[in-house]
C-alpha cells in the first residue's frame, strides 16, 4: 500500500543525544513536512521540503534540522535533544499544484528524558 | 490562511447522518476548504476539499455556501470508527503550511 513510512514508532532519548527520526514515502510526491503535536498545542509544522533540494522553516524550527536529498527521504533530525522536545512526530507528504491533500504517516513518539 | 471557527465538540448516533459546520467568513476566492480527521494515536487523514462546488467521494460530501464564508462536512451514515477530531482548514493550493486549528471532536454512539 502506497503512502508514508515513519521509523522508528517510539524511542525514548537521554537528553542531550542526538536523534533522526526517518520518514520514506513511495508517492513521489514532491513536498513533505514534519510535524509535531501536543496535548493542548494541536498540530505544528516544524519544517517543510516543497522540492528535492530545497528546506524551509515552518512555525516551530529551533532545534530541529532537515535534509531533502532526493524525493522520497526526508529525515528530521535532533541535534542535542531536550525535554520540550518530547511530542509525537508526524510526517507527511503532498503533491504541490494539484490541490490533493496531504498524506500522514502514523507518528513517532518521543519521549527526552 | 484564513481562520476557521468549529464547535469543540459533537455527539452523533451510529447509522445517522453527521453534519460538522465550518465558518470561514474572511475566506479568500483563491482559497480552499480542505477537511481532515484524526483518529485517537494515528496520522490525520485527508477527507475531502473543494473551491466552491459541492464535492462527494466515498467518505463524506462537502457542502460549500454560495458567499464561501461557511461549509459543512456530511458523514452520510456515521460508524462508531469515525469518531475523531474533524479540522476544517482554508488554504491556497501551494501554499506549505497547512495550518491545524483545535477542530470538532466527534463522538459516535451506538
Known amino acids: 500500500i502506497a503512502g508514508i513510512t515513519q521509523a522508528p514508532t517510539s524511542q525514548i532519548l537521554a537528553a542531550g543525544r542526538r536523534m533522526t527520526l526517518r520518514c520514506t514515502q513511495d508517492?513521489?510526491?514532491?513536498?513533505m513536512y514534519w510535524y509535531r503535536q501536543d496535548l493542548g498545542l494541536g498540530l505544528r509544522l516544524i519544517h517543510y521540503?516543497?522540492?528535492?533540494?530545497?528546506?524551509g522553516k515552518g512555525e516551530v524550527p529551533d532545534g530541529y534540522s532537515v535534509s531533502r536529498a532526493n524525493t522520497d527521504d526526508f529525515p528530521l533530525t535532533l541535534a542535542s535533544a531536550v525535554p520540550s522536545q518530547t511530542s509525537v512526530y508526524f510526517c507527511?507528504?503532498?503533491?504541490?499544484?494539484?490541490?490533493?491533500?496531504?498524506?500522514f504517516g502514523s507518528g513517532t513518539r518521543l519521549t527526552v528524558v | 490562511d484564513a481562520k476557521t471557527t468549529q464547535p469543540t465538540s459533537m455527539d452523533c448516533a451510529e447509522g445517522r447522518a453527521a453534519n460538522l459546520p465550518c465558518n470561514h467568513s474572511?475566506?479568500?476566492?483563491?482559497?480552499?476548504v480542505y477537511w481532515y480527521r484524526q483518529i485517537h494515536s494515528q496520522g490525520p487523514q485527508y477527507i475531502i476539499h473543494?473551491?466552491?462546488n459541492n464535492e462527494t467521494n466515498e467518505m463524506a460530501s462537502l457542502i460549500i455556501t454560495e458567499d464561501r464564508k461557511s461549509s459543512t462536512l456530511i458523514l452520510p451514515h456515521a460508524t462508531l470508527r469515525d469518531t475523531a477530531v474533524y479540522y476544517c482548514?482554508?488554504?491556497?493550493?501551494?501554499?506549505?503550511?497547512?495550518?491545524f486549528g483545535a477542530g470538532t471532536t466527534v463522538t459516535v454512539r451506538a
Open positions: 508517492m513521489r510526491h514532491n513536498a
Open positions: 521540503s516543497n522540492t528535492a533540494g530545497t528546506t
Open positions: 482548514i482554508v488554504r491556497v493550493v501551494d501554499d506549505y503550511k497547512l495550518s
Open positions: 507527511a507528504s503532498s503533491q504541490e499544484g494539484t490541490g490533493n491533500g496531504y498524506t
Open positions: 473543494g473551491l466552491k
Open positions: 474572511t475566506i479568500s476566492g483563491n482559497e480552499y
